[in-house]
């Protein structure tokens, strides 16, 4: 498919235009013209994510709306400032899905779905606007300066996040352009064009950079970073034992243990949080596992009540856990906070190494 946009700029007379002519010698024209060419053989390719990447002013907008038409193209979503996030979405969207894809693309914090968007932050409003892709009725969605605002290690966990959900989900297709060639390894897309070097290239399904994290005893003061995420309770145990995950250096995820009560030889699971830019990538399951498996080494038992679904789900295929009851909490020593509320305990019977750090989170 050869594109062809002609852009014609009329230029506006005034005494400052005048002035500029003269300070750097430029030629009078009554407007500016230019041509964006582009082959993108698109008709025979069955894809679900495209990409079209390059500096600023290289074309990128004028490409996707050519492309795509001007009905598939978003700046920005549009969320009211007197509504909660999740009072947002289209009306056409039940509550389940808008969790569904809310948690798909890594935002997976339910008190911040209650705020309202102007009060989320960079990384947290960039997933915002992922969901409302994901549960966009439009066949083609061509998302403009995508992840431009965001910190570029939160933008490639998204990036992550979005793409195995649109894979899944099979729908809509998706046109990223933005100006980062680093969100391409993460986001695997089926195809990409390169406006600076004006190439096309078919993506290859790529497995995603690996992500290695260092974790390390911590003190309680740690907590005070992480506290805010944890969707419960804020209270850390007096008797926490406590380690914070660390990626290239960054504190990401936070773990802690206390003793069971009762049981010698007995630990159970008290607190795992991972920021909010940092999840959907797996790492609080990652770090579970690794406490697990570092107890494990000691010769103690490693117990786990959780309500988070992800984390059951995950639990119950990995072969690491031994489900031990699944239902609605009564109030006990163990736990009184899990009263009423749907949740499962785990045992954990995963391989007891003793690794300084956790590899490939998934």
Known sequence: MRIRVHHVSRLPESFRVAQIRGMFDLPRHEQFTETIEAD????????QIGAIVGPSGSGKTSLGRQLFGEEAYVAGY???DDAAVVDAFPPHSTTREVVQALSAVGFSSPPHWLKRYRELSAGQQFRCDLARALLDERSVVVLDEFSSLVDRRAARVSCNSLARALRKRGRPKLVALSCHRDILDWLCPDWVYDTSRRTFFRGRRRTRPRVILDIYRASRDIWEL???HHYLNTQLHRAAQSFVACWEGEPVAFTSYVPLYGRRRAR????????PDYQGLGIGNAVSDWLGSWLKAQGLRFYSITSHPAMIRHRVRSGRWKLLRFGHAAATHWSSSSAGRLTATFLYIGPAPLPEVCHGCT
């Open 40 to 47: 993108l053989p698109l008709e025979n390719l069955s894809w």
């Open 226 to 228: 992480f506290s805010p």
């Open 268 to 275: 159970r699971e008290h607190r795992t949080v991972v920021l």
């Open 78 to 80: 549009c969320w009211p």
